[in-house]
């Protein structure tokens, strides 16, 4: 019996012209989750990542707060992490694209960041249905696939305590895979999908179990309220 925790990359830099790296704001995320665990006396038998910049940058701040590296060496450390591309998050520019194939403004209002998140949902729900095939993406049967050799690896190979830092999408698709979801209500579980959020699943080598889902025990603090962000 093991439990494997999926977490989230920290705050991105969401409508930014490269969302693939951590905020400052990302990082202290990150960071904060390994000095929670590390105050527990947390260890893990092995970590899993996608091979995204922001899945690394998050595992470098998790190491660095459980003191597994100085500060200034946190980023080598994230080499030794398994690297797994089935981790890495679909391109959402390239889902919107599929239904509305003109580029979106920055959404930098609540309107724009709303309209942006409806047309993802509505991508999202034809692309996971086969009914369209964004450019440069694999079927969405692929894309799960992906994400479902990782939870396999995982149970053949391991009993302790497994890391995996990856992305919404992958993580809500391990646990619509493990809950049996429709596609509508595994998207519902990416959208509500928390930066550096933990979920749990406890493992034998039959199976995956749900423990908890999109938990953030490290942020619950007043003084971090401000701290727990979703894009």
């Known amino acids: 019996m093991g439990t494997l925790y999926l977490v989230r990359h920290g705050q991105a830099s969401f409508g930014e012209q490269d969302y693939d790296r951590l905020s400052e704001l990302g990082h202290k995320q990150s960071v904060r989750l390994g000095q929670y665990w590390r105050e527990r006396g947390m260890t893990f038998d092995a970590v899993i990542t996608g091979t995204l910049r922001r899945h690394a940058q998050t595992w470098a701040g998790i190491a660095e707060g459980l003191g597994l590296a100085h ?35 920055k959404p930098d209002t609540p309107e724009l960041y ?33 994400v479902t050799s990782a939870l396999d690896h995982v149970r053949q190979n391991f009993e302790g305590n497994v890391l995996i830092v990856s992305s919404g999408g992958p993580i809500a698709t391990a646990v619509g895979h493990v809950l049996g979801t429709t596609p509508e209500t595994t998207i519902e579980l990416n959208m509500r999908i928390r930066n550096s959020a933990v979920t749990e699943f406890i493992f034998n080598p039959k199976r995956h179990t749900l423990l908890s889902y999109n938990t953030l025990p490290h942020l619950d603090q007043p003084a971090l309220a401000d701290w727990i962000t979703s894009a």
């Open 71 to 105: 500060p200034q060496d946190a980023a080598a450390h994230a080499s030794t992490a398994l690297l797994w591309p089935g981790l890495n998050e679909y391109d959402s520019e390239a889902v919107i694209a599929t239904i509305h194939p003109h580029k979106l403004q």
């Open 114 to 146: 709303r309209h942006h998140f409806r047309l993802l949902r509505d991508g999202l729900t034809q692309w996971m249905n086969g009914v369209v095939s964004p450019k440069g993406m694999p079927s969405y049967n692929e894309f799960k696939a992906g």
